[in-house]
């Protein structure tokens, strides 16, 4: 029909046209509004250099942030991928079935930055090598991760709800821990703050934490490594490393454990050194 030859005339002189999105946003442009999916097995990809605003990124649909590329709010629903390879997201919102990773350059040159993202139950996440997250809310449950997995991986200012953090390697700053299983196993964490949930520290390899709180809904195990300064005002417990002996479960600096703060430390831990105030 007519019509028919019309359509196939503007694909062939437009074939922008068939798109429902931007798939290269080159570097000083902006695309806003657009939607990453794919009907088929094949996967739709958008490589991202400039700015994309409200992204919505759905089955068999990927967003990739490369250097110099800024994406703000986005929204990853079931079956989307939303990778950042050195450049920028802001307040992304991660839906149950989808999948963030964040990985700088190899070299370092490039960070992967990730702003205030809201990171639901049932999402998978990787905070790979020079990648940093800032001002996160984790509402994950149950055996549901999340992942920083490098020496370069960094987490600042962030809020756990639910789920489990489990580090690694890598860095955490100023961590509020409301719910779920704060995981150190070979990290560094600073000031953490531990109001609900678990907190543990060490495995089979050394981690070490400064200026931990741990409130009176909450419980702390140190199985390895080093506690440096504490407030203690649920539940702590010190035991040695059974599986690596050389490894020492240590506490250090001042440790004040306050009205209904419990301190347990089985014997064979190192704690000799620390000041304790009760």
Known sequence: SLSVVVVLLLLLLNPDVSRAFTETVAAGTTVNDETIESDDDAVSTQQVYGTATNTIINTNGQQVINPGGTTNGTQVNSGGTLTNNGGEDNNTLLSSGSTMV??????????????????????????????????????????????????TSLMNDSVINGGKLWIEKGTLTNTTVNGGRFVNVAGTDYNTIVNGGVYFLGGASVASSYNLTINSDAYGNLNSGTVTDAIINGSLIVAPNFVEPSILSSLRGNIAVNNGGKLMIITGSDTGLADYIV
């Open 102 to 151: 964040l990985q700088g350059s190899a070299d370092g040159s490039s960070i992967a930055v990730s702003h205030y993202a809201v990171i639901e139950s049932g999402t998978s996440v990787d905070i790979n090598a020079y990648a940093e997250a800032n001002h996160w809310t984790i509402n994950k449950i149950n055996d549901d991760y999340v992942y920083l997995r490098a020496e």
